[in-house]
């Protein structure tokens, strides 16, 4: 029983395996058509987007990415920087207790608790792809709340017009010894792509606490951008008026550059970004390298709700 279920008035009972997973998820489809609310479905988001599943492709392409795979093949330099060493090295994070600062252009800026973090929000369910600039993608999931609710709990000011994160910073995380990016691991977003609706704040995935390698206890999913903008384990949030700086921009910005949504049309310097090999149903592990590849596709499928983001933009030069 973790502290986010809590908070959310989860019972211990009401935890189900994952086996259960799909099961549940179709009685929370059952009581969000019937008008209820349940722990996960909110009535509220289901007004917002054209509903909390949506199939992006078919069913045979996008089927879940297996809950083993997305918890074992993770990309979390601060726990080292092979696919394996996150889940290896998870317990070197520690999350409890956890607090964030929120800082900058707001009027209502402070040192929250996770707790306080959480508190207001209903957690929602959220199948988003997301796809690693390496070229491969999963299924995932999701359970949180859109960031705009939070970010908005803050006041941004008339001077913000980004928004920047930071991950923790210890010693203790075994990949931190290694320059491989300049640490904190930083990233960003400009106000009104946090602002989206699409923007999730994720504090679990599969109905369960998120696992230290996945970002505990709270991670940004932003699922038409790079998996690289989805920045793991926040410890401050901070309001900007000048576009912030952010580790893999900082570390080669001709192959990483701010926006870095997902464009097929736009090769990075050394590869395609044409094809994605997706990492579902039954492939793990090594296996994927093996995976089938897919066509990859603009904004990775959700052009509509977000090209008007960049409606006047050449997005060769804002990559
Ligand atoms: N703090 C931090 N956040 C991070 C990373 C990282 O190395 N450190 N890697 C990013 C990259 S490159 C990807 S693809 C996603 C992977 O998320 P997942 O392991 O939950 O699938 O996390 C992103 N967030
Ligand atoms: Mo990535």
Known sequence: MKDWMRVAGIKSSEITDEQLFRQRRTIIQASMAAGMTGFIGSQAYAKELPGPIKK?????????????????????????????????????????????????????????????????????????????????????????????????????????????????????????????LDWPYREGLRLDEAMHPLTLMAVGMYGNVIPNQNGAPMRLVVPWKYGYKSIKSIVRITFTEKQPATSWNMSAPHE?????????DVSHPRWSQAKERRLAGDISGLAALFAKKIDSQFMNGYGEEVAELYADMDLTKFF
């Open 56 to 180: 992006w492709d078919s069913n045979a392409t996008d089927a879940l990415t297996n809950e083993e795979t997305a918890t074992t093949y993770n990309n979390f330099y601060e726990l080292g920087t092979d696919k394996g060493d996150p889940v290896k090295h998870a317990d070197k994070l520690v999350t409890e207790p956890w607090s964030v600062v929120v800082d900058g252009e707001c009027n209502a800026p402070g040192k929250f608790t996770f707790e306080d973090i959480l508190k207001p929000h209903a957690i929602e369910e959220r199948i988003y792809r997301l796809r690693c600039v390496e070229a491969w993608s999963m299924v995932i999931p999701w359970n949180g709340f859109p960031l705009a609710d939070l970010l908005k709990r803050f006041q941004p000011n008339g001077n913000a017009k980004y928004v920047a994160f930071e991950t923790i910073n210890d010693d203790n995380l075994p990949g931190m010894s290694s320059r491989v």
């Open 256 to 264: 990483y550059g701010f926006y870095s949504n997902v464009n097929p």
